[in-house]
């Protein structure tokens, strides 16, 4: 069983949606219909759409919140005017579309209202890109003859109240993934779940941060001990260097979970150090693979690596400033680190 998440230029528009939604119909021809585990992302975009929009109606413009949601209809409208031919699916699914949308207005309002856009508020916001998306999706593999439902991410991602940065439980989520995945995969259903999202043990929505969608997916791997995790992206997987800066950057076939988390955490754009953390815990391999280029190999993320010494990749972190803090005082004074971190900290 594996877990394959596509993220936001995977599921950009209507054919990049139909694109990912093959790719699915096509890996369960090759294992005798066995569904995989599907998390998607947002539309390229659509997240960022989504908090301009609070963010504006708390300070006192309507205006924008009205122009974001009649931009993401037409938007959404016409991803499903390509991917879904069946005319009452496509009518049920613009139903929930404009269902979610005008909760979402009406949210904003309330926004403005107050004048006031806590995390918590913000999190409902955010969240709503991947209830779209899961939802296109599920159609779209129903469209191709493959049974599929979208699963709200609140059901099975069980998170503290951090807001923004959630932090799963993983007790719970795994109690919750097995009870609402595990009936689905046994009956051929493709599980699609929104990813980012959570909710807390009181079902308050959260989000979990930057890499969310990526970390939803490796979180549900490991609670339902998925065999692999393939992240489609836009890119052929893990690179030396980055293309846009150095051409001649290649792609590595094999990288260790330690390499991924170092190349990550300094600079490497394709995954966040957080999502390889159930990976590490439950030992999973993970595949990074191009939607756009799916023959490529992609690269494969584990505990090995390869044996060969030498530099892996080479990373950049763009706007870092560099702080030397130097002086006789400070020789053989206990706590000068603590103090030099904490104030460059506020």
């Not at 991602?157 to 097995?178: M, Q, Y």
């Not at 955490?265 to 191009?290: C, D, M, Q, S």
Request: charged residues 20%; contains cysteine; proline residues 5%.
């Amino acid at each position: 069983m594996i877990v394959m998440k596509f993220g936001g230029t995977s599921v950009a528009d209507g054919e990049c949606i139909r694109g990912a939604a093959c790719l699915v119909r096509d890996w369960m021809d090759a294992h005798d219909g066995h569904p995989p585990v599907v998390v998607v992302s947002a539309l390229g975009g659509v997240t960022n759409s989504l908090i301009e929009a609070a963010r504006a109606a708390a300070k006192g413009n309507g205006d924008q919140c009205r122009s974001v949601r009649l931009a993401l209809e037409n938007r959404h409208r016409q991803a499903i005017e390509c991917c879904v031919v069946d005319e009452n699916r496509g009518e049920e699914l613009l139903r929930q579309m404009s269902g979610l949308l005008d909760w979402l207005e009406n949210l904003c309002r309330s926004i403005h209202t107050l004048g006031e856009l806590t995390p918590r508020g913000l999190d409902v916001v955010s969240g709503l890109g991947e209830r779209l998306s899961a939802r296109i999706m599920a159609a779209t593999l129903q469209e191709l003859g493959v049974p599929a439902e979208p699963v709200e991410a609140t059901e099975v991602i069980v998170t503290d109240d951090k807001f923004g940065n959630a932090v799963p439980l993983t007790e719970e989520t795994t109690s919750k993934a097995r009870e609402r995945l595990l009936p689905l995969l046994d009956e051929g259903t493709v599980p699609v779940v929104g990813g980012f999202a959570g909710a807390t043990l009181g079902g308050v929505p959260t989000t979990l941060g930057r890499g969310g969608s990526d970390y939803t997916a490796t979180i549900l791997a490991r609670c339902l001990e998925a065999d692999e995790v393939w992240l489609w992206t836009d890119v052929d997987g893990v690179m030396t260097s980055d293309p846009r800066i150095v051409p001649e950057a290649r792609t590595l076939s094999v990288v260790s979970y330690a390499e991924m988390a170092e190349l990550s955490y300094f600079g490497a754009k394709v995954l966040h150090p957080k999502t390889i953390r159930p990976a590490v815990e439950a030992a999973i391999p993970v595949w990074v693979k191009n939607t756009f280029n799916p023959t490529h190999p992609g690269t494969l993320i584990n505990g090995r690596g390869l044996p060969e010494s030498g530099v892996r990749g080479i990373t950049t972190i763009r706007d870092l400033t560099v702080i030397t803090v130097e002086g006789r005082g400070m020789l053989g004074v206990p706590g000068v680190a603590g103090k030099v971190f904490s104030t460059v900290a506020t």
